[in-house]
């Protein structure tokens, strides 16, 4: 639970220290839950100073940290063929690593070792975040 941004950013420093090449996120919640602010806490923690916003209408960003970050925002865009077409495949590599908000409307793309937060707005400053158990079952 973070009470303000401030902590939230913090929190999304902390967490990049435990990020790894390969690795991809499915950042989940409604609208203003704080993920975009919690990836801007990631690309703190980076040492990256290049602005970070939503892809909302640009659908990728690519920061090119000490890690090499795809940002993607799937909000607007939920048709998987199109993500396909757009290169989410490739994207979806041992070189970079990938971090999708709403990736909950990107379901069938997700590799099956993704790595799902979600993120609650519980009032005007105060936003949970925490893991999720893989949805997935191996057999
Ligand atoms: N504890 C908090 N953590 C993150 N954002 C917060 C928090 N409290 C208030 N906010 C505000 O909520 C909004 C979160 O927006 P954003 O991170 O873009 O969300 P999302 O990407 O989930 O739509 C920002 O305007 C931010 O200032
Ligand atoms: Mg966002």
């Not at 499915?26 to 993920?35: T, W, Y």
């Not at 970070?52 to 920061?63: A, G, I, M, R």
Request: with cysteine.
């Amino acid at each position: 639970m973070t009470q303000n941004f401030q902590e939230t950013i913090q929190l999304g420093e902390h967490f990049a220290s435990f990020m790894e090449k390969g690795d991809v996120y499915a950042f989940v919640g409604e609208l203003a839950s704080g993920k975009t602010t919690f990836i801007k806490g990631i690309m703190k923690g980076l040492n990256f100073d290049k602005p970070v916003t939503s892809p909302t209408f640009t659908l990728v960003n690519e920061y090119d940290a000490i890690y090499s970050i795809i940002h993607i925002d799937c909000y607007r865009e939920n048709n998987p063929e199109r993500w396909i077409k757009l290169g989410m495949n490739d994207y979806m590599d041992e070189k970079n690593i990938v971090i999708i908000e709403w990736a909950d409307k990107l379901k069938s793309l997700l590799p099956v070792d993704t790595i799902h937060i979600q993120f609650r707005h519980k009032d005007i400053t105060s936003r949970e975040i925490f893991l999720l158990n893989n949805e997935y079952t191996c057999n």
